[in-house]
Every structure is written in C-alpha cells, then in structure tokens.
C-alpha cells in the first residue's frame, strides 16, 4: 500500500486483462486469461480475481498491498449505483456488478464501461494526454467511444454518454445490432466490414484476396491482421469496404465535434492497432468536410497509443480518481 499501487482490469468479450500501476501510471505487471462467454456476473468477477492474482503474484505482492481497484466492463454503468446495464456480447442484462467485485475481491472498486475508459486512459497518458477535451473511438467487433471535457469523463445519464457507435449518421440506413438503423457502428466495425464484404464478394461477385478458410459465407468475425493485410494488397472489396467505414466515422466524428468541440480525436481498437495510422486517410478526408466553425488545424486526429493497455490502464485512472493535468 505504500506505494500507492492501482489495479485496473478489463473485461473483454475474449479475455480478461489486468494490471498494476505506479503512481506515475506506468504499467508494472499485468496478466490475461480468456474470457468464458458462458459464465455470468459472480464467475466472471472470479475470474477477473484470478486474472487479478497473477499480476500480483509477478511482483510478489497480494489484493492487500494495492490502494485503488478499478474495472472495465463491456456495457454501460451506471454511475450511481454501479450497475452494469447490458452486456450485449457477454449476454448480461441487468449485473449488480459493483456490488459483487466488492464482495469478491474484499475491497472498494471502480467501474466504468470499457470505451468510456479506454479514451480515459489515452486522455491521461496516451495519445490525448496534452490536451484538455478529448474524443475517442475504438474499432473492434464494435465501435466504442469515450468523451472526455476539461479532463473529466463524461458519463451522463444512467452511464450511457460516449456511445458513439450508436449515434445514427443515415436514417433508414444500415440495420445496426441495438436494433436501429443507420448507426456508425452498422459502418465501421469488424462485424460491419464482414458484412459488407460478403455482399459485395458473395452477391455482387467483386473480386478480393481475402483467403476463403477465413473469409466465406459462414464467417461472422475476421481478425483485424487478414483485413490490414487485404487493404495493403489493394484488395478491392476490403479498400471500398473499410474506406466506405472510415468516411461515414469521419462523419460522425464531424457531428460530435459539433456538440463537443474537442481539441484532440483518437482512433483506436484492434482494427486501428493493425492498419496503423493509414486509417486517418480516408477518415480525415470525410472528417474536414463535414466540420462546422472550427478549422481542420485546431483539431488533432492521433491514433491510440497505449493499444491494448488503453482500457485496463483507463481503469487504474477512474481508480485513482486523480483527474488533473
Ligand atoms: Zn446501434
């Protein structure tokens, strides 16, 4: 406890991923396991403890030596009572989950939804740590999203701000997983480009150079390093897909910048860990045009640079509770 250590764990849809800071926030030790989709909320906060116990048990040190616990999870949370509202891909409706990390782990917790913390970690010492406000969006699976003003995470209403995946950019467009249409999700996510991608080279017969053991009509993911490596070979039907997906996100991030006006925009998640920066491209292009007021040199486009930790870190944040720059 004396050296102010964090613990700060992420909850994803494949695995469980923890890890200890120092009070400079830098990552010390960290631990995954896969994640079981089955199990619910008790099995998974024992999971997330065992996850928890072998990034310590790398350091020598147990649950007690560490001052601040936080976690991501994949749903909204509520702020005030720390209720996770809907887990879509772990299948959890409404989880007491504050209150059962608590009584599994013995100690105190923070809990926050995993793209509201990733954008928190890349805010503070990622990507966006000069700059004040800030807006992310994370391409996975999903797309998830995170805001944060005047270095303070905004949350909103029952935990839903920062669902940026769902803000609607085409009415009566793409049917989108929550069930509405035309969502930036329904264009720029992994399970987006796959279904796109089987339209063009299934129904409309467009050529591609996506190998057919991970790419047929049966495949309902893709691993982001066969689509970067598909865009680099100037596939066609990957290229018009993903660049179609990044517009209609430099749209959406246009919008947001129209409500928010942040100073710094981060792109992140699997999909953008893989591509690399070639991903600001056709985003940029789409983004410029649709700015309203603020000129394209006042707004910062950067992509993610804590990855894969960004979440986990992003939770040893919202732990610590220490939002100043
Ligand atoms: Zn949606």
Same mark, same amino acid.
């Given at each position: 406890m004396a050296d102010n250590l964090a613990l700060g764990i992420d909850l994803g849809g494949s695995k469980i991923y923890a890890v200890?800071?120092?009070?400079?926030?830098?990552?010390?030790?960290?631990?995954?396991?896969?994640?079981?989709?089955?199990?619910?909320?008790?099995?998974?906060?024992?999971?997330?403890?065992?996850?928890?116990?072998?990034?310590?048990?790398?350091?020598?040190?147990?649950?007690?030596?560490?001052?601040?616990?936080?976690?991501?999870?994949?749903?909204?949370?509520?702020?005030?009572? !720390?209720?996770?509202?809907?887990?879509?891909?772990?299948?959890w409706k409404k989880a007491s989950m504050l209150k059962i990390m608590r009584?599994?782990?013995?100690?105190?917790? @923070?809990?926050?939804?995993?793209?509201?913390?990733?954008?928190?970690?890349?805010?503070?010492? !990622?990507?966006?740590?000069?700059?004040?406000?800030?807006? =992310?969006?994370?391409?996975?699976?999903?797309?998830?999203?995170?805001?944060?003003?005047?270095?303070?995470?905004?949350t909103g209403n029952k935990g839903l701000?920062?669902?940026? =995946?769902?803000?609607?950019?085409?009415?009566?467009?793409?049917?989108?997983?929550?069930?509405?249409?035309?969502?930036?999700?329904?264009?720029?996510?992994?399970?987006?480009?796959? @279904?796109?991608? @089987? @339209?063009?080279i299934f129904k409309c017969g467009m050529h591609s150079l996506l190998p057919i053991e991970k790419f047929n009509p049966e495949t309902t993911n893709i691993k982001s390093k066969y689509l970067s490596r598909a865009y680099n070979e100037d596939d066609p039907a990957v290229r018009k897909v993903v660049d179609k997906g990044l517009r209609m996100l430099g749209i959406a991030a246009a919008s947001a910048c129209a409500v928010i006006a942040p100073q710094c925009i981060v792109l992140g998640g699997g999909f953008v860990e893989s591509m690399g920066d070639q991903v600001i491209i056709p985003f940029k292009a789409a983004f410029h045009r649709h700015l309203f007021g603020i000129s394209p040199a006042d707004i910062e486009i950067r992509i993610s640079e804590l990855g894969d930790h960004a979440v986990a870190v992003g939770a040893t944040i919202l732990a610590r509770g220490s939002f100043q720059k």
């Open positions: 200890v800071t120092d009070p400079d926030n830098r990552v010390i030790a960290d631990a995954k396991i896969p994640t079981d989709p089955s199990a619910g909320p008790e099995q998974t906060a024992a999971a997330m403890k065992e996850t928890a116990l072998a990034a310590l048990e790398k350091l020598d040190l147990t649950l007690d030596d560490i001052a601040f616990f936080g976690a991501a999870i994949p749903s909204p949370v509520d702020p005030e009572t !720390g209720d996770c509202l809907h887990a879509v891909n772990l299948g009584e599994t782990f013995g100690h105190d917790f @923070k809990l926050g939804n995993d793209g509201n913390l990733g954008q928190l970690g890349e805010h503070f010492v !990622g990507a966006a740590r000069e700059f004040h406000s800030s807006v =992310g969006y994370f391409i996975g699976t999903g797309l998830g999203g995170g805001i944060v003003i005047n270095d303070r995470l905004l701000a920062g669902e940026l =995946g769902h803000a609607i950019i085409k009415v009566g467009g793409r049917r989108c997983g929550c069930g509405h249409r035309g969502c930036v999700e329904a264009y720029c996510s992994k399970k987006a480009f796959v @279904k796109a991608l @089987k @339209k063009e």
